[in-house]
């Protein structure tokens, strides 16, 4: 007589039995359960994967790796945030008001260094995301 180990309450029970005798776990229909769900693939979207991580790791994996971006240094900031996804900058925004306020002293000579200034120092743009299989991913936007 084979053992089985009930997945319920951990018990070992007679692979015979109808359902666990102590919790009461009803055997018979996980057997056919199990068979149907081995012999049915999962359904799979045009791509040919099927989803693997939950909602619920997706978030926690994209806030774990926009932490770590954050924590990296090099004037990363968060401009937005949603659930799987997240808009980064990285860069310093040049100071217009104080290049405005030099352009108006100088009677506009500034605007020409206010302009390479904005030019040189331009603010990068990426997009932080988590995909369907729980890879962290950041993609330049500009
Ligand atoms: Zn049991």
């Known amino acids: ?5 009930c997945p319920d309450c951990g ?9 666990c005798p102590q919790c009461g776990y009803p055997f018979s229909t996980l057997k056919e359960g199990t068979a149907a ?4 693939p999962l359904p799979s979207p045009p791509g040919g994967f099927s989803r693997i991580v939950g909602d619920a790791e997706r978030k926690a ?3 774990d790796h926009v932490s770590q971006i954050l924590a990296s240094g090099g004037g990363w900031r968060v401009e937005s945030q949603r659930d799987f996804d997240a ?12 290049h405005l306020l030099l352009s108006v002293f ?11 200034v904005a030019v040189a120092s ?6 932080a995301y988590v995909d369907d299989y729980g890879n962290a991913r950041t993609e330049k936007l500009s």
């Open 1 to 5: 007589m084979a053992l089985v180990t």
């Open 11 to 19: 018990r070992e029970v007679s692979s015979q039995a109808a359902s």
């Open 37 to 40: 769900a081995a012999a049915t």
């Open 61 to 63: 994996k994209l806030a």
């Open 87 to 98: 808009l980064l900058i990285q860069g310093h925004r040049p100071n217009h008001t104080l």
């Open 106 to 116: 100088t009677l506009g000579l500034w605007l020409v260094v206010w302009l390479i």
């Open 122 to 127: 331009g603010e990068h743009r990426y997009r």
